[in-house]
């Protein structure tokens, strides 16, 4: 099994749904979880972190997190065609915390 | 906050030739910064792991030798692909994590296409 498994997509949605997005991993013991978003040829931006269980908020964005199912969830609320990008899972590992990403989800919200 | 810069943006070398890129952390001191190579339609691969003053660790697969890093202060890492060949030629991307308690989040730069020719 891989460390942090992410559907490819594309996952297709209409403007102002709602768009989610989800990750499972591997090592129970994890701590902390990341989503970054990459736009095609740029390179990948912080958008949320977790580490408690349950939700998360920041503006359109809500990050979910149950350990016990191992797995995070990312939520973005009335979604924009801005919001069509590739969005990253990620994971720290090791001392260092270097963090292990999934492929990514390819969103694309249609106007 | 949490600005990671790198430089160049892209470049266009020929093979058998050296190219270094810089990646500093232009807001705050980063123990730890990251290299990363992507191609096209692929994810994120981690080629190395640098802390200031210390030898980088590399990722099974990077050869040391033909990507040399270095990490000369708490803000500034470089990377220097030597001997540059068409098979280098991807986006290259650095990022950094801060001194500040235990967290995790990386920043990263917006890095560098290199094309070998």
């Known amino acids: 099994q891989k460390e942090v498994e992410q559907n490819s997509g594309p996952l297709s949605v209409p403007e102002g749904a709602i768009a989610s997005l989800n990750c499972t991993y591997s090592d129970r013991g994890s701590q902390s979880f990341f989503w970054y978003r990459q736009y095609s040829g740029k390179s990948p931006e912080l958008i949320m972190f977790i580490y408690s269980n349950g939700d998360k908020e920041d503006g359109r964005f809500t990050a979910q997190l149950n350990k016990a199912s191992q797995y995070v969830s990312l939520l973005i609320r009335d979604s924009q065609p801005s919001d069509s990008a590739t969005y990253l899972c990620?994971?720290?590992?090791?001392?260092?915390?270097?963090?292990?990403f999934g492929k990514g989800t390819k969103l694309s919200v249609k106007p | 906050g949490a600005v990671v810069s790198q430089h160049p943006s892209w470049v266009i070398c020929k093979s058998g030739t050296s190219v270094k890129i810089e990646c500093r952390s232009l807001?705050?001191?980063?123990?730890?910064m990251f290299w990363y190579r992507q191609f096209p339609k692929q994810s994120l691969m981690l080629m190395a792991t640098?802390?200031?003053?210390?030898?980088?660790?590399?990722e099974q697969g990077v050869e040391k030798d033909k990507f040399l890093i270095n990490h000369a202060s708490l803000t500034l890492s470089t990377l220097t692909v030597t001997s540059a060949h068409p098979e280098d030629s991807s986006f290259y991307i650095c990022s950094a994590r801060g001194l500040a308690g235990v967290s995790y989040e990386q920043y990263f730069g917006p890095g560098t296409r290199l094309t070998v020719t």
């Open positions: 990620a994971v720290p590992r090791g001392s260092q915390g270097n963090l292990i």
């Open positions: 640098s802390n200031e003053g210390s030898k980088a660790t590399y």
């Open positions: 807001d705050f001191q980063a123990t730890t």
